[in-house]
């Protein structure tokens, strides 16, 4: 495999491997193996990560104390002196990744959702396993109910659903049925029908 074969020639990957985080380089040179990753974007990982670690070591932070708001720092760091590719927040992020499978930083805490965000969630939830809808699918329906709860319900709770009129729906449907082309505003319609009658299904 072209990963595996770069990683045995690289000087980069055995630089990082002897430091004194060499064993948890080796197993992110493992996850980027699992993952296919083409020669240059194996180099580009391990460079990104490279360059994380000498700075925090520069800066006297310890490896627990990574996270992904060090990270970022990191990167207007990194920022400042070179160009950010578009894959090197993932190659970051792929390493923290492999950090807290390794016990070696703090699990990731999100934060809480917003009422909107949960109903988000268990709309996606209720269209996947009651309505067998396929991910792009789902995701066509979002940004609809995402603008018609804004205008509608802005509050998000369940109470507040609740008082969700027919008045209201045909209202929102009135305000926006020119903002685009028949077809986007019959599937605008198909869109709201389908949350409707997951309120419904779920009282």
């Known amino acids: 495999m072209e990963v595996e074969e770069y990683l045995g020639r690289s000087r980069l990957y055995r630089r990082l491997r002897s430091g004194p985080h060499g064993q948890f380089v080796e197993r992110y040179a493992t996850r ?44 207007r760091h990194r920022g400042g002196r070179q160009s950010i590719q578009p894959g090197d927040r993932a190659a970051l992020k792929r390493w923290l990744s492999v950090l807290r499978e390794e016990g070696a930083i703090a699990p990731l805490v999100l934060p809480p959702l917003t009422p909107h965000e949960r109903i988000f969630k268990e709309f996606d939830a209720y269209l996947r396993s009651e309505r067998g809808l396929a991910p792009r699918s789902i995701v066509r329906h979002l ?33 926006h049925a020119q903002d685009w082309s028949p077809g986007t505003g019959k599937a605008m319609c198909w869109s709201l029908r389908a949350f409707l009658r997951y309120l419904h299904h779920w009282g």
Do not use: M
């Open 32 to 75: 980027l193996v699992e993952e296919r990753l083409v020669r240059h974007g194996t180099w580009r990982c391990l460079n990104v990560v490279g360059g994380l670690l000498s700075w925090i070591a520069g800066r006297r932070y310890k490896l627990v104390e990574l996270d992904e708001q060090v990270v970022e720092r990191y990167l």
């Open 143 to 175: 940004p609809v109910i995402r603008r018609f709860l804004h205008e509608v319900c802005s509050g998000g709770a369940a109470g507040a659903l609740s008082k969700i009129s027919q008045e209201d729906v045909i209202r929102y449907v009135e305000r």
